[in-house]
């Protein structure tokens, strides 16, 4: 399966290449946690995340097709 | 384009203010916008916005008819006028505004710029031209 | 000239009421452009060396930047200065809302208020019309009060900052509030204008500023805010503002927590963005120009009664919220109102209340000397508190202070857990387990606050600067968090300087910095438009040696005026060097003082400064500043 994975804010920092943007071949369907792991990212720094435009936690399973925004914490203020 | 307005999602931002002088005007003074917003505070913590909706009622006064009709627009011919005033006094919105040292005054011509800038579509296009953000 | 300036500094002696307009120099925007940069350098030039800062002599200068008030993203930002009366040193504090952008419309970059009014008095300023008059009527009311008052009586069009009751009372960390919500809150700022019997400046503006190339200002404005509009996670972010940073902040261990003994809250869910979303919102609030926005207007009830108050973001979140152990977000909102009418800054005013309440906990301070019994958690405890220090009466009078001079005053250690550097209170992360973070405090130029170098997320990813450098994890914290290793702590010294000049530089130019730091807006937009506004190109790295220049020239200006000031000043508080964090995600550590050395001895050099944390005469000639130079030179002596 497929998903596509984008860089909010200063994650696109953290990002292969540093893009803003990334598709990834899953071989079968994984936890956010598993996704953010294999672009070689600690989840500790993922603030929150969508799919599909809904909050999610880290442990949802996202399905194939599944647009992914992955958000950097902001600096409060 | 039929503006309207959803005053609820509006953050006082002024982006519209900015991007109607500029594209009116040529000029970056919010006191030269044709669409106004205004907050409420602190009770009840809410904004107001004054905006043109194209009734008529102006050109329906204007002694000289310096204001007609123009694919549904009302535009005023700013030679014809004679700065009278009466379309400032008669405008039920409050969206006919006067310059500083000019007879004419000036009004939303519709160019539908504020609905496409309006960060939160507080204003925005009722006929659906013009993509809505919502969140 | 048509450059995106106004084109004048406005001076008011408030002591002569005498008012006189300057044409803003080309040097001046040639060397610091604009809002920090101008408030660095007109401090440090008509500032008499050794001014009282509650004194006739001290200045609040308010300065907007080039893009201030213009079609860019977040262009409405207004830069405070002055000489601190909480750290005797350079103070400055940056407040959103809509007050820059109209005095320029006015005519004003920057407006200088100097001397002190014989009673109270309010500036009011009507395009080109400026008057000092009677504030009396003004004087007593809480700031938000204030400024319905003057929207009322001056007309709704008037943008107006207040102070409240605490200002008045000079307590150290009063600040300045605007349109309802908005506040320059640190360093005291608020409290220099109450010693001047300044209650308030309300400015109208009609004006237009001008700018070289409009229609090309127009595009390149489109372009910027359909650049934020654009960004996936844009809708994602903007629901919670800043306090939706409160869970991962925990889940980090960074959380202040009860006077910063510990650094995780376990009721953070009762009091984090969705909180305020689902339970108190009213409105979302936006200041001028801005494409988010970022605040959040809210009713709340609570056993104490109902207030509407913009906020709680995320540092009242934080230090009235953790830091006082508040577990509702009702409550959190409810003593954010109390601050922000009682005109407290809420980060010192969480801070100062935590530690009062730890006092009384550890029998420093009693229950007489209070007045009552006080605890975290308690709501009424708090409000107390807060209503005491700013009528200054009874155990207010002391904390009005700060945690500096309470601690010194209490004794019985408490200076160990009195939270602050230079004198002004922390701000809202804990740092025992993030050095990159600790060493932002600790050389941040107004004390102890985070926004100069936000270097927690760097900390946090185990990042060493290159993407391809990362350390892997399943959410457990990096393994070079958990031992002082010099080749990590190297990079997080670069990191920490480099974010010290780029996101300072947003205070030059007079705009917020979140579209770019939360959104990811490209900052090259920012070079792009320079021409189309001045007419003269003005790179990201030439605004970033500006950035640097200021950073040493507010270094230099607080070694002038604080006696012996230099790397003592640059140290932790006792509890974040002895005190291991007792539970949650960063339990177990401490910053030893060999780790806070070994960064400050790096951190001095890479900036060319000496072993006490001065900046050489090299360091400022090379920068521009052989001016400040003579001055480093005797104080080295």
Redesign the interface.
Known sequence: MKVRVNAFGQMRELFPGRQAQVELELPAPVSLRDIICELGINPLIVMMCTVDGQYRDKEFVPEDGAEIVLIAPPAGG | MKIAAAEERCSGCRVCQLVCSLTLFRETNPGKAAIRVKGEFPEPGRYWITFCDQCGKCAEVCPVEAITADGGVYRIDRDSCTGCGLCVDTCPKGAMFTLAGEDSPFKCELCGACLEYCPRSAVFDADGGIPIRRW | MANGYAGQILRVNLSTKGVAKQPLSEELIQEFVGGRGFVAKLLWDELPPGTDPLGEDNMVVMAAGPLT???VPGSGKTHFGTKSPATGGYGDSNMGG?FAPTMK?AGYDVIIVTGKAAGPSILVVDDSRVEVRDGAEYWGMGA?DCE?ALKDDLG?EFQIITVGPAAEKLVKYACISH???RQAGRTGVGTVFGSKNLKAVAVR?????P?VD??G??EK??AM?QS??N?????????FG?A??T???N??GAFPTRNFQTSYFKKYKEINGAALREKIL??????????????K?S?ARTKLGQV?VEGP???TI?LLGGNCSLDKIEEVAYANYICDQLGIDTISGGAVVSFAVECFEKGLLSETQIGRKIAFGDLESIVYLLEKIATREGIGDLLAEGVRTAAARIGGGSDKFAIHIKGLEW???ECRNAPGMMLSYMTADVGAH??RA?A??FD????SGS?TD?????????ASLSVFDPAAYAAKVDKVIELQHMRPMFDLLGVCR?QW????MEVSHYEEIMPLISGKQMSLADLLVVSERVWNLTRAFSAREIPGFGRSFDYPPGRFLEERIPDGPSAGRVMSKEEADWLLDEYYRKRGWDENGLPTAATLEGLGLGFAAETAASRAK
Do not use: M
């Not at chain 3, 990362?470 to 990096?478: C, S």
């Not at chain 3, 730091?517 to 990811?520: A, D, L, R, T």
């Open positions: 008030g213009l079609f809509h419309y938000i319905k709704e349109d309802f919500g503006g009609t004006g237009t500023i700018v409009p229609a200002a127009l404005g489109k805010y934020c509009y960004k996936p996670g844009f809708q994602g972010w903007t629901p800043t939706g940073i869970d991962w902040v889940e980090v009213v409105t979302d609030k936006g200041c001028f120009g801005c494409p988010i926005p970022c605040g207007y009713r509407t973001e995320y540092e934080a701000s809202g992360y985070h926004n936000w927690l997320g946090i990813s185990g990042g993407v990362l350390i892997q994890g399943k959410g457990e914290r990096p979140l730091v939360e959104i990811g």
